[in-house]
């Protein structure tokens, strides 16, 4: 059973803060396997990622396998049912057409004084993107990793993408196709981020690895942020609705159960101002769950990480939703606009009834791959600003100079750095 909170009694901070503290995605024990997996890719290259591709995937790989070859890509790609390859492109140009209004542009500009000022951007040369697939295959994901990097301009994408028991989906590769991705490796977990980070004989090293992943690919990644760039955490799913008197309890428990399927940590919250509401949830996530062909992995998720917390207002359940920062936040409410601004920490923002979080993972042309444990605070989903880096232009001719020189050496004499003073003052004769 998840857990019921009601934010009226007396005990509710205390409950409400072991639900934030609740150990979701890393632990110490997940970081001491990350670090011993990095450390023997480091020592052992190539040989090391086949051996722990085959311990935790038993994927059969050798050192020389595991890249898939342009005739495996074709072949399994052309296995595609032609229904999935048309939704695939459908996807596909809605977030390609959504990511390219993220492109930002280059600004230059002259100030008053005559200096020549601007932010220049330029795209990542080599990207690693992570595609996960331990528990379950996400062709969607193929697409949320690679259109951005392709927006933005991306001279080489490698992709990584586990395949459990050597398998593979044929609808990943005919999404790498359709996105234009061809260099694709069959490992995953913390193995292909130590490899994307620091490089095999087979396997050159990026510059940022991007992608969603279990809490062994979050920790993998964590570790290796400095050595390469990393977009954020993006491990295991959680959605928040906020539901009111208006909402539709099959609806909110489908919903709930969409990302406890996840399994692996998944989170799933509701909070609702409308007591009622709560138990007819409950009793329509027994019965839905009940009807599942999988029930077991969107059961344990809603019973390890479930929470139904009962308030007295929407102000109250907005407040909460800021403290949780969720990955996705639904507003199953009469006026979800209204509301809207109020919410400032969540990785994306579902309006009204009929906006499912799951229309966001496939077709509605965001990003699926978003920050979640709470990083939600700081960090954004993925999009092309990840796949980019600003550089700043600065350009003085004599008479700009002369007039920012002043304020300059002084500011060098402070800091005592004479040479500093002396490159400005040099080219002014004085
Ligand atoms: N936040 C997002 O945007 C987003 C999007 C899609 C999926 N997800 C999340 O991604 C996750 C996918 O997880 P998954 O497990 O299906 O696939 P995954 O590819 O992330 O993980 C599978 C890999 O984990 C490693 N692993 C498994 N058990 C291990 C162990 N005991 N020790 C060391 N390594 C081990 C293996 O190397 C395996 O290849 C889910 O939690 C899902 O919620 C998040
Ligand atoms: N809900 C996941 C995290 O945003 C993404 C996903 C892919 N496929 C299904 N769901
Ligand atoms: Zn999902």
């Known amino acids: 059973m998840p857990i019921r909170l009601d934010a009226s009694q007396p005990d509710f901070e205390q409950q409400f803060l072991a639900l934030l503290g609740s150990k979701r995605e890393s632990s110490q024990e997940v970081g001491d396997i990350v670090t011993t997996i990095i450390a023997d890719v480091k020592s052992h290259g190539d040989q090391a990622v086949a051996d722990l591709t085959n311990k935790f995937d038993s994927a059969g790989v050798s050192p020389d396998t595991l890249r898939f070859t342009p005739e495996q890509i074709e072949t ?7 229904k999935v390859r048309a939704a695939l492109q459908f996807a596909h140009d809605r977030i390609r ?3 390219e209004k993220q492109k930002p542009v280059d600004h230059i500009y002259q100030d008053d004084l005559g200096v020549t000022l601007g932010t220049r951007w330029s795209a990542v040369e080599a990207v690693g993107i992570y595609v996960p697939g331990g528990l379950a295959s996400y062709p969607s994901s193929v697409l949320m990793n690679a259109i951005p990097a392709k927006v933005a301009g991306v001279e080489r994408i490698a992709m990584v993408v586990p395949t459990p028991n050597g398998d593979i989906s044929p609808s990943i590769l005919a999404a790498a196709q359709i996105a234009g991705v061809s260099e694709i490796y069959r490992i995953g977990g913390a193995q292909a981020v130590a490899a994307l980070a620091f490089g095999t004989n087979s396997i050159a090293r990026v510059d940022k690895i991007v992608g969603p992943g279990n809490a062994f690919v979050a920790a993998a990644k964590r570790q290796v942020f400095g050595t390469v760039g990393i977009d954020m ?3 295991p799913s959680e959605v928040l609705v906020i539901a009111d008197q208006s909402a539709n309890p099959a609806w909110v428990a489908a919903d709930l159960i969409a990302q ?4 692996g940590g998944a989170q799933s919250i509701l909070i609702t101002t409308h007591a009622p509401l709560a138990d007819a949830v409950l ?8 009807l599942l062909p999988r ?3 969107a059961r344990e998720g809603w019973d390890d990480f479930g929470a139904i917390i009962t308030v007295p207002t929407l102000a109250i359940a907005v407040k909460l939703a800021n403290r949780i920062a969720s990955e996705h936040v639904e507003l199953a409410i009469d006026d979800p606009k209204a509301l809207m601004g109020d919410i400032r ?3 994306a923002i579902f309006l009204g009834h009929h906006t499912p979080e799951a229309i966001g993972d496939y077709v509605g042309g965001s990003n699926h791959v978003l920050p979640t444990a709470r990083s939600a605070r700081f960090a954004s989903g993925l999009g ?7 550089t700043s232009v600065l350009g003085c001719d004599p008479g700009s100079l002369a007039a920012l020189a002043d304020a300059a050496v002084t500011i060098a004499q402070t800091e005592q750095l004479d040479g500093h003073g002396r490159s400005i003052s040099i080219r002014l004769n004085r």
């Open 76 to 82: 399994a790609a052309a296995r595609t049912d032609p």
């Open 97 to 99: 057409a959504h990511h």
């Open 233 to 235: 955490i993006a491990g």
């Open 260 to 263: 406890a399927e996840h399994g």
């Open 283 to 290: 009793a329509e996530m027994d019965r839905q769950i009940a």
């Open 295 to 297: 029930q077991t992995i």
């Open 345 to 347: 920490h969540a990785g």
């Open 384 to 390: 092309v600003l990840d796949f980019v880096k600003r």
